[in-house]
């Protein structure tokens, strides 16, 4: 059976959408759906986000499914991804390539990494719960978002200004989306930046979201006129 299940317009772009900490491929579906509508092959993949380093993933899981989609014929393999989704595809462009006008969106990433995590980890339960590559997302000395290198692919990316989270003000410094600060989702080199009223954890749900994901694989920039603003 092929990976890329072919479109009407069989389009020779491919979309790897990979999702965030603790939850499924299922979380992208509807972003998966939008997508192939608006003439994408899509690949979303799952992976074992709560037993597996961010090093590991990138290269069981992340690696093979690139590869499969150039073996398949996509001629550009763009990813759209969820918060530590992010970091996976940081990790892997340390050491490995996309195809040459490949595109990158993502969403909620903790880039700089985030206070959140630093604090979370020094909790056993968490620790037990949300596995190593949590601890990993920190802003400390063994942090592996600050420990990654700028990525030579154009990369938007999408973050909100909704936090469920009581005293979220005594954990971030400035607004947030109850997990990950705007300030920190930023990377050296982006191409473009767009900050939502959305949250954390369904970020990749919010319609206006989804419009902008398509119109930066699209286009290479976000549809800055036509946004909802964050104040909104």
Known sequence: MPFLPKNQKESTECVILLHGMGRTKRS??????????????????????LSRNIKQIADEHLAPAIDRCKAEGASRVHLVTH??????????????????????????????????AELLKKNFFYRWLMGPAAQELGIGPDSVPLSLGPIPVETGIITGTRSLMPFSNMIFK????????????????????????????FIMRNHTVIKQVIH??????????GRRPHGA
């Open 28 to 49: 992208m579906s509807l972003l998966e759906r939008r997508l192939r509508k608006a003439g994408f092959n899509t690949a979303n993949i799952g992976y074992p986000s």
């Open 83 to 116: 918060s530590l989704g992010g970091i996976i595809v940081r990790q892997y462009l340390q050491e490995s390539k996309l195809p040459a006008g490949s595109r990158i969106v993502m969403l909620a990433p903790p880039n700089q990494g985030s206070e959140l």
């Open 216 to 225: 930066f694989l699209q286009h290479g920039v976000f549809d800055h006129a």
């Open 174 to 201: 400035g607004p947030n989306d109850g997990k990950v600060s705007i300030e920190r989702a930023k990377l050296t080199g982006m191409r473009d930046f767009l900050v939502l009223a959305a949250g954390h954890s």
